[in-house]
């Protein structure tokens, strides 16, 4: 049952060939079974068989949706009622939060039992989900190497299908990046198409839910029941309800696929360009056409994004400072002594590095060159996309230059970890949506990731795109072997 | 030497919505500690603001009342610094581009009337309070307050005394009470001032500032801009200079004192808050909020004068608050332009006198307009005489009824009867045969104990006019 897809389960559920409380169980067992993954940092089988139970209900009177029973985890960037919401920091360690995300919230609402919380790095900062309180996350192709981050816990849960779709969230590239290392379907829509409310905020201006799943059908089944306007988010996009399965069935003939030649320039790996390469020639065949495009100043996404990143992050980290919830320090003299303690201990080493870079680019008299600058470039980085969006439909390349790298292997130099982001940023930047869907193997046998990208919201075009692949290729399909 | 001081206000003007300016929590007064205090104001992790469409109108009202520039665009911005009682640990405001541009008020002041320009005004969020009493070596901390709307309303440095800073927060202090965007309560710290205060030599650039913060009564405002305008010039006659500083009033010892300098002032970083759009106000918007604002005091002051023939003085004194004005003008309407000035003169003198000694606000008033115009109708029509009517209010004050009412229980009713009072006329003279005479040779005084003794003899309601008529006549 477990290798099943979320729309397989959906339909075993509604013909009642299992219930919801089985599956919950059978997932929970398996959860419980790989806990060397440390995917999951809080679990409780009686909040998720109590949702099962009601699930089971609903499915009896007959008013499911096609989600209703099939669990589903959440990155610990969510807040959650009926578990832990730690955003995988010391800082929140045991916060429990009075109301849930409306992502978790909406998932809910469409029936789906949630399993528990997922390991990230800490405040979805990082690359490697190395930055975590609670430890790192295994890569369940390869248990030496990272599944990627920051949403590593959701990828790993995925890729081992001790949950069969898992929430998390982009900032930079947290979703698609962890995809491609742990090989499978992640995506990020349209800034403003997921809500923000009760999502912890990194930087607020690029943070945007998305889910990871085993294909894009049930990424595309999933939106459905999880995205959509909602006035507790001012920057949620204020537009109808939409289907996104409607263009999955859709031919790939006529589509023009750009391929930005600066994606495959210097740094990137000859076997996870061999992989793309193939992958594009696979959509060729099927009729697609592939065009160049240029993207002349991607490369300027890193430096623009590690000042806004950092910038919103200084200031948004700002409320966690001891005095109403989260970690106290247990020692102090005055108030700016508790503050400072608190903070000191609660953070741990990477959110401390992106407060101070994030202070220093507003200050006085840095903030004109830091900060403004920054915005400009960004700006001229999406104008890029609507240009190139001129000549092609969608956007084909890689999503990170090498496989997974080893555990450990770029903790000591941030630098090199920010570069993981090269290729997801770009489109982080322009808010535009975007994907990472397995397209085969590389060195040492771990996952290639292929990207693709489309225009503002055209999640249904994107996720079309991917699935007409998916149907010709079965690396989707592929599971781990000590998860088989 | 003299000295030129030189005067801007900072004012902060809670306004008056029902809910907090980026959360649905009450703005109510008053209530126990964080009850007013939703997850958006507490901050918890995950919350996230969604403006107030009422703050935004209130800040729109108050720009079209003073003529200024409404942006289309502005901006909100994130003042970033740590306090216990700023949850967020950084304040929402406007900075660089505000919801209110330029704009000016007039003043009145002893040299008659001033125009103060205004350089913007901007929407914000207030801080919660820190509570040091009742905790031994801690502090409380109540968000009740947190997030409540402020408009901060900032003037050019464009007065020149603590009488014209005074004069300037009371016109404004009225103006947006007018206009029903603040509710004016000064205790409750609804209207609060920083004045930024610098001396100068004549025709020299400004001289160094000092901000005396949050004076929440005009007399505070007074005191604690007399005494920094002395401290400085005496400061600088000594020999001394000018530290730009920001300061408090201490209201027991009248003094102000050094709060930080300026080197020790924060770096707020701001930056465009990325959790909320750029406010747009739409063409249309703003003039269905024209169209919905009352008349100004101002443009009503200028009418009633004519409307209503009334002194500079009169429509100045009725025009001191909307609420007086409407009271005024309700009666007006009733009595028409020729009592007008009778229902002034009732209104400013007997009613505002009670009003004022009993601490009661006009809309609170036991006798409404309605009523009033009743009382002051039967002065007109000559019913009653004033000193009459004013046993009248009196009663309608306690609450025993209509001033129609009363006059007919307590039998109060004026005679104008001629034959009635030559009667009574006819009784006085045979008694007072003295006073009479010394009338007659000469005593013009012993002609008012006549009428005295007439009044008296009516028990006050004999209509004085006719009385002064017929004993003239009778004593030839």
């Known amino acids: 049952m477990f290798e099943k897809s979320v729309a397989e389960l959906g339909r075993a559920l509604s013909a009642k060939q299992v219930s919801a409380v089985e599956l919950a169980q059978l997932y929970l067992d398996r959860i419980e079974r790989h806990k060397q993954l440390n995917a999951f940092l809080d679990v409780r089988p009686e909040v998720t068989l109590a949702q099962a139970r009601a699930a089971d209900m609903r499915i009896a009177r007959g008013d499911a949706t096609p989600l209703t029973g099939v669990p589903v985890a959440h990155k ?44 990230c790095d800490e405040f979805a900062m990082g690359s490697s989900n190395d930055n975590s309180h609670y430890g790192n996350v295994l890569n369940p192709w390869d248990k030496t190497a990272v599944p990627g981050g920051s949403s590593g816990g959701s990828a790993a849960a995925v890729a081992a299908r001790i949950a069969p779709a898992a929430t998390a969230t982009d900032t930079g590239g947290s979703i698609r990046e962890p995809a491609a290392f742990s090989g499978i379907t992640g995506i990020k829509p349209t800034y403003g198409r997921a809500s923000r409310w009760g999502m912890i905020a990194f930087a607020s201006s690029l943070d945007q839910a998305g889910i990871m799943t085993c294909s894009a059908e049930d990424a595309a089944l999933i939106f459905n029941g999880m995205l959509g306007f909602d006035a507790k988010d001012s920057t949620s996009v204020d537009r109808a309800a939409e289907d996104y399965t409607r263009e999955l069935q859709r031919g790939l003939k006529g589509l023009r696929i750009g391929v930005p030649r600066e994606f495959f320039g210097e740094g990137l790996q000859p076997d996870v360009e061999k992989a793309v390469r193939e992958a594009l020639a696979e959509y060729a065949r099927q009729g697609a056409e592939l065009v160049d495009i240029s993207l002349p100043n991607a490369a300027l996404g890193i430096p623009v994004y590690y000042v806004i990143a950092p910038a919103e992050c200084s200031s948004n980290l700002s409320r966690f400072d001891g005095v109403r919830y989260g970690h106290r320090a247990a020692q102090y003299g005055d108030l700016d002594d508790m503050i400072k303690k608190s903070r000191a201990e609660g953070f741990g080493p990477e959110p401390r590095r992106r407060i101070l870079i994030g202070t220093y680019v507003l200050s006085h008299g840095y903030y004109d060159a830091y900060y403004i600058q920054a915005q400009k470039v960004r700006r001229i980085i999406a104008d890029e996309f609507q240009r190139a969006f001129g000549q092609c439909d969608v956007i084909a390349g890689p999503v990170t230059t090498s496989v997974a790298f080893g555990f450990g292997e770029k903790a000591a130099d941030p630098v090199a970890m920010y570069l993981s982001d090269l290729y997801t940023i770009p489109g982080s930047l322009a808010g535009i949506p975007g994907m990472s869907i397995p397209c085969g193997f590389g060195a040492k046998n771990r996952p290639v990731g292929l990207q693709l990208m489309a225009n503002y919201f055209e999640e249904a075009k994107l996720l079309g795109v991917a699935h007409q692949y998916q149907q010709a290729t079965d690396w989707h399909r592929r599971i781990p072997k000590d998860f088989a | 030497m003299n000295w030129e001081v030189v005067i801007g206000l900072e004012t902060h003007t809670q306004l008056s919505t029902q809910s907090k300016i980026f959360s649905d929590a009450s703005t109510a007064f008053g209530a126990a500690p964080n009850t007013q205090a939703s997850v958006v104001d507490v901050a918890l992790p995950g919350s996230l603001p969604v403006l107030n469409k009422g703050a935004v109108e209130r800040a729109i009202r108050f720009g079209l009342a003073v003529g200024a520039t409404i942006n289309r665009r502005s901006i909100f911005a994130r003042k970033n610094y740590f306090y216990p009682d700023l949850p967020k640990g950084y304040q929402i405001s406007q900075y660089e581009l505000p919801v ?41 901390i109540d968000l009740n307050r947190a997030g409540t709307p402020l408009l901060e309303i900032v003037s050019e440095p464009d007065m020149h005394s603590a009488d014209e800073a005074v004069a300037y927060a009371k016109a404004l202090h009225s103006l947006v009470r007018w206009i029903d965007i603040c509710d004016g309560n000064m205790q409750e710290g609804s209207f609060r001032c920083d004045a930024n205060v610098s001396v100068r030599r004549p025709g020299a ?70 959790d909320l759009l750029p406010l747009e106000i739409s063409e249309q918007w703003k003039e269905e909020i024209r169209g919905r604002m009352p008349e100004l005091p101002d443009e009503m002051r200028g009418r009633i004068r004519t409307e209503y023939d009334l002194t500079e003085y009169d429509a100045k004194v009725l025009t001191q608050s909307r609420e007086i004005a409407s009271y005024f003008e309700t009666i007006a309407k009733k009595l028409g332009r020729v009592h007008a000035k009778l229902a002034a003169n009732w209104v400013m003198g007997e009613l505002s006198g009670r009003l004022n000694r009993e601490e009661v606000e006009i809309a609170e008033s036991p006798i409404q307009a309605d009523a009033f115009a009743g009382l002051v109708q039967r002065v007109a029509d000559g019913t009653i005489s004033g000193k009459i009517a004013k046993e009248v209010f009196d009663a309608m004050w306690a609450g025993e009824g209509s001033a129609d009412e009363i006059i007919e229980r307590r039998g109060l009713k004026q005679i104008s009867d001629s034959g009635a009072i030559e009667k009574i006329v006819d009784q006085v003279i045979a008694a007072n045969a003295q006073q009479v005479a010394d009338y007659r040779s000469g005593k013009e005084k012993a002609f008012n104990s006549l009428v005295g003794q007439v009044m008296k003899a009516s028990q006050g309601k004999a209509n004085p006019a006719q009385v002064n008529g017929i004993l003239k006549k009778k004593l030839g």
Do not use: C
């Open chain 1, 76 to 119: 610990d960037i969510f807040v959650t009622r009926d578990f832990a919401s730690t955003a995988s920091s010391r800082m929140l360690e045991g916060y429990m939060s009075p109301f849930d995300a409306t992502v978790v919230e909406k998932l809910g609402n469409a029936g789906m039992v949630a399993l528990g919380k997922l390991n």
């Open chain 2, 100 to 140: 209110v541009l330029g704009g000016s008020l007039s003043i009145q002041t002893k040299d008659g009337e001033k125009i103060v320009r205004l350089t913007r005004a901007h929407l914000e969020e207030d801080a919660g309070k820190s509570l040091h009493e009742d905790f031994h070596g801690m502090s409380g």
């Open chain 2, 205 to 274: 650039p400004l001289g160094t500032r000092r901000e005396i913060k949050n004076l929440n009564s005009f007399r505070f405002l007074q005191q604690a801009i007399e005494y920094e305008i002395k401290w400085q010039i005496e400061t600088l006659e000594d020999g001394g200079k000018i530290q730009q500083a920001t300061v408090l009033f201490d209201p027991d010892k009248g003094e102000t004192r050094m709060m930080r300098t300026k080197e020790d002032a924060h770096d707020y970083r701001y930056f465009p808050d990325p």
